[in-house]
C-alpha cells in the first residue's frame, strides 16, 4: 500500500498570498495518477486536480499541481477568503487507492 | 445534474450490521464506476470499496474484507454497502463518490453524496 505523507500540517496565510502544499509518496506512483480533494467544514470532499497537474471541471487557475514519481504539489497563487479548508492528496494509480492525511489551509 | 443520495445509516450495536444506499441521479451506474469512502469523526479519508462500471469487478480495503459487501442495482440506479460485523473502528461518515471518468481501473472522484452516519456502539 502506497502511504501518501502531507505537510505541512497547518498552512496559516493572508489572502493574496501564495500557498504551496506537499504531498510525498512511499513509492513511485503510477502514470502520475494523483489527485487533489478540497475539503470545507460539514462538506463532501471536491475534486481541484487529478493526473498531478489537469485541473478538474470549474476549478479556477490559481490553484494548479505539479509532480511526478514520489513527490507533488498543490500551489494556489493568489489565497482567497473561500480557499480555507482541508486539502487531501489521492493516489489512483495502484490498488488500494490511498488519501494523505490532509493539509488544513487558514486564512487570517 | 448529477446527484448523490446516500441512506441507510444509524445507530447499531458491534457485531450488527447495516445497508447503506446511494441513489444516483445525471448519470447511469452501468458506465460509472463507484466507490465508498469513508470519515470518522475529526479524521481524514479512507477508500472502502469500488465496483467498476462494467460490474466485473469490486475491491475492498483490508479493513472491511470479508465483513462488507458493495453491489448496485442498475434499473434503480442505486448502489449499496452491505455491512455486517460491525465494529467500534467502522464508525464514520460513509461518502459514496462517482469515477470522474470511465475506466476499468480506477478514477478519481468528481461528485459526492453528503454522507451518512454510521455509529457502532453499545
Known amino acids: 500500500e502506497i502511504v501518501l505523507t502531507q505537510s505541512p500540517g497547518t498552512l496559516s496565510l493572508s489572502p493574496g498570498e501564495g500557498a504551496t502544499l506537499s504531498c510525498r509518496a512511499s513509492?513511485?506512483?503510477?502514470?502520475?495518477?494523483l489527485a487533489w480533494y478540497q475539503q470545507k467544514p460539514g462538506q463532501a470532499p471536491s475534486l481541484l486536480i487529478y493526473?498531478?497537474?489537469s485541473r478538474a471541471t470549474g476549478i479556477p487557475d490559481r490553484f494548479s499541481g505539479s509532480g511526478s514519481g514520489t513527490d507533488f504539489t498543490l500551489t494556489i497563487s493568489t489565497l482567497a477568503p473561500e480557499d480555507s479548508a482541508v486539502y487531501y492528496c489521492?493516489?489512483?494509480?495502484?490498488?488500494?487507492?490511498?488519501f494523505g492525511q490532509g493539509t488544513k489551509v487558514e486564512i487570517k | 445534474d448529477v446527484h448523490l443520495l446516500e441512506s441507510g445509516g444509524g445507530l447499531v450495536q458491534p457485531g450488527g450490521s447495516l445497508r447503506l444506499s446511494c441513489a444516483a441521479s445525471?448519470?447511469?451506474?452501468?458506465?460509472?464506476?463507484m466507490s465508498w469512502v469513508r470519515q470518522a469523526p475529526g479524521k481524514g479519508l479512507e477508500w472502502v470499496s469500488t465496483i467498476r462500471g462494467s460490474g466485473s469487478s469490486t475491491n475492498y480495503a483490508d479493513s472491511v474484507k470479508g465483513r462488507f459487501t458493495i453491489s448496485r442495482d442498475t434499473s434503480k440506479n442505486t448502489l449499496y454497502l452491505q455491512m455486517s460485523s460491525l465494529r467500534a473502528e467502522d464508525t464514520a461518515l460513509y461518502y459514496c463518490a462517482k469515477f470522474y471518468y470511465v475506466t476499468e481501473t480506477i478514477a478519481p472522484f468528481d461528485y459526492w453524496g453528503q454522507g451518512t452516519l454510521v455509529t457502532v456502539s453499545s
Open positions: 493526473g498531478a497537474s
Open positions: 513509492q513511485n506512483v503510477y502514470n502520475s495518477y
Open positions: 489521492q493516489q489512483y494509480g495502484s490498488s488500494p487507492c490511498t
Open positions: 445525471g448519470f447511469t451506474l452501468s458506465i460509472y464506476g
